[in-house]
Each structure stands twice: as structure tokens, then as C-alpha cells.
């Protein structure tokens, strides 16, 4: 649970980090792409993937490029979000993904459940709802907000299912990871170039080169929580999408002064104690 723990961390991280920089006037899709720069340097480092092996027939060039494509993209439709919804919606749109990867793992990963993990997921997806319940308003979201939140929520599950997929391919799966952010990378800033006539101003890209280093913390600790826990995805799903959660409220309500609701008190007391269920089903 520690490697979990520490990439939710990471996670809120991020969201606190770009929220940041675009409120004082920074420019995200620019992060968003250096951010990938330095993620690739930093996989290759830590996960020394065997490129001198890559194949047109046998490396999985179509995940790749799939994956290239959405990472990105959910990256910028997250910074969109932030911006239009706040970081506590946002946040829990994210991890509301949790849904759609554990049925995954139930459906497509065959995970057999044990009633610890359906009673801390239960307690999780409760936590959750009682969050989300708390922060409506009386206002209604702007229409361009709910979307994003919707491809945050659909962008967050299917990059979550593509990650545990990749953590099955072996010796293929360093490859994978790494080639994933070099063509994330080199298709956001095909993308800058064509549509802003530019490739980033000199302080934005350094804040994506920060924010790269935080999200590719995330994202390989999250990866390697998949590959020690490879028979209990379910186990990753919640207990990361659930401690974001956690995390993302108390982001808000210490950084963003943001109102914490009797409601979102309850759904902290549930996400913990959903982790502590999760924790336990492990070690039965």
C-alpha cells in the first residue's frame, strides 16, 4: 500500500501544481508537452527498457500510439477542468474512473473478490459519492466544465486499464512505457507547433519539466504497485482512486480554503477506512 499511497501523493500533485501555474497565467498545453520530455529521460533511467529490441512486427505499436494519444489528451482535458470546475470536482471525476477500472478487473482480469475487497470498495465508492454529493452547488456547472469532467472521468479509466494491460507484456513492458511518452511527446508538440506556431515559451517549459517529474512518479509508482500487486488490480484501482480522493479535499480545503461539509467528513472517515479494508484483503 506504501507504493500506493505515494503515487496518490504524486497524483494531487499534479492537479495542484497545473491549477497553480494556469491561474497565474501559464500556458498548459506547453507544460503538458515538456512534461513529457523529461518523463521519457526519467522512464529510461528507472526502467532501462531494452530498445536495441524494438521490432515493427512484435513491439505493440498500436497501444503505443493509443496511449500517446490519450495521455495528453486527458492531461490537457484535466487542466480544462481545473480551471473551469475546481480541483475538488475534478479531482473526484478522475477518480470516480475507479468504477470502470475495477469492472474491468472483475470482467476483463478475471480478479477474484474476496468480501474485504467488496466491502472496501463498497465503503470506497460511498466515500466517493458522499464527496461528490457535498460539493454540488446551487449554481449550476457551465456546460463546458460537465464535459470536461465527463472526459476526465471516461480519459482517466481507459489510461488506468491500458496501464495494467502493459504490466502483463514482460519484457515488452519498459519498452512500452517508454516509447509511450516519447510518442506522447513528439505528438503534442507536432500539435503546438502546427496550431500555436511555437514550441513553448522558456517558463513554461520549465514548469513541465516539474511537472513531468511529478507525473512520472505517479505514474511508474502506480505502475510498479500493478506489477507487485498483479494478481489484486482491484486492490491498485481503489486504493489509489480513493486516497486521490482523500487527498484532493484536504488539497483543497488547506491550499484552495475551500469549505469541508459534514458530508465530505463522513466520505474521509469511509475512503480510510475502505484503504484499511483493501490493506487487510491482502494479507489474508
Known amino acids: 500500500m506504501g507504493l500506493i499511497f505515494a503515487a496518490a501523493i504524486c497524483s494531487v500533485l499534479v492537479s495542484i501544481w497545473l491549477k497553480i501555474c494556469r491561474d497565474r497565467g501559464y500556458v498548459p498545453i506547453e507544460m503538458i508537452t515538456w512534461n513529457y520530455a523529461i518523463a521519457s529521460i526519467l522512464c529510461y533511467f528507472?526502467?532501462?527498457?531494452?530498445?536495441?529490441?524494438?521490432?515493427?512486427?512484435?513491439?505493440?505499436?498500436?497501444?503505443?500510439?493509443?496511449?500517446g494519444i490519450l495521455l495528453p489528451s486527458v492531461f490537457l482535458f484535466l487542466a480544462k477542468s481545473l480551471q473551469t470546475a475546481g480541483i475538488l470536482k475534478t479531482e473526484i471525476a478522475q477518480r470516480l474512473s475507479v468504477i470502470l477500472s475495477l469492472t474491468a478487473a472483475y470482467l476483463i482480469f478475471n480478479e477474484t473478490f474476496n468480501q474485504y475487497k467488496w466491502i472496501g470498495i463498497a465503503l470506497g465508492l460511498i466515500a466517493?459519492?458522499?464527496?461528490?454529493?457535498?460539493?454540488?452547488?446551487?449554481?449550476?456547472?457551465?456546460?463546458?466544465?460537465?464535459?470536461?469532467?465527463?472526459l476526465v472521468w471516461?480519459?482517466?479509466?481507459?489510461?488506468?486499464?491500458l496501464l495494467k494491460y502493459t504490466t502483463g507484456l514482460g519484457l515488452q513492458f519498459s519498452v512500452v512505457l517508454n516509447l509511450m511518452f516519447v510518442s506522447a511527446f513528439?505528438?503534442?508538440?507536432?500539435?503546438?507547433?502546427?496550431?500555436?506556431?511555437?514550441?513553448?515559451?522558456?517558463?513554461?517549459?520549465?514548469?513541465?519539466?516539474l511537472?513531468?517529474?511529478?507525473?512520472?512518479?505517479?505514474?511508474?509508482?502506480?505502475?510498479?504497485?500493478?506489477i507487485f500487486l498483479k494478481d489484486s488490480p482491484a486492490i491498485v484501482?481503489?486504493?489509489?482512486?480513493?486516497?486521490?480522493?482523500?487527498?484532493?479535499?484536504?488539497?483543497?480545503?488547506?491550499?484552495?480554503?475551500?469549505?469541508?461539509?459534514?458530508s465530505s467528513v463522513f466520505g474521509l472517515i469511509l475512503g480510510i477506512t475502505s484503504v484499511?479494508?483493501?490493506a487487510y484483503s491482502m494479507m489474508i
Open 128 to 150: 466517493v459519492l458522499l464527496i461528490v454529493c457535498s460539493q454540488r452547488s446551487s449554481s449550476p456547472s457551465s456546460n463546458h466544465g460537465m464535459i470536461y469532467l465527463i
Open 186 to 209: 513528439l505528438l503534442s508538440l507536432i500539435y503546438l507547433k502546427l496550431n500555436h506556431q511555437t514550441i513553448g515559451q522558456v517558463r513554461n517549459i520549465l514548469a513541465g519539466l
Open 276 to 278: 484499511g479494508c483493501l
Open 211 to 226: 511537472l513531468g517529474i511529478l507525473n512520472f512518479v505517479n505514474i511508474a509508482l502506480y505502475v510498479k504497485a500493478h
Open 237 to 262: 484501482f481503489a486504493g489509489m482512486n480513493i486516497l486521490v480522493v482523500v487527498f484532493g479535499v484536504l488539497s483543497g480545503l488547506i491550499f484552495f480554503k475551500e469549505k469541508l461539509k459534514l
Open 154 to 161: 471516461g480519459g482517466y479509466a481507459c489510461i488506468d486499464i
Open 46 to 67: 528507472w526502467f532501462k527498457p531494452d530498445l536495441a529490441h524494438i521490432s515493427f512486427t512484435n513491439t505493440p505499436w498500436i497501444l503505443i500510439i493509443i496511449l
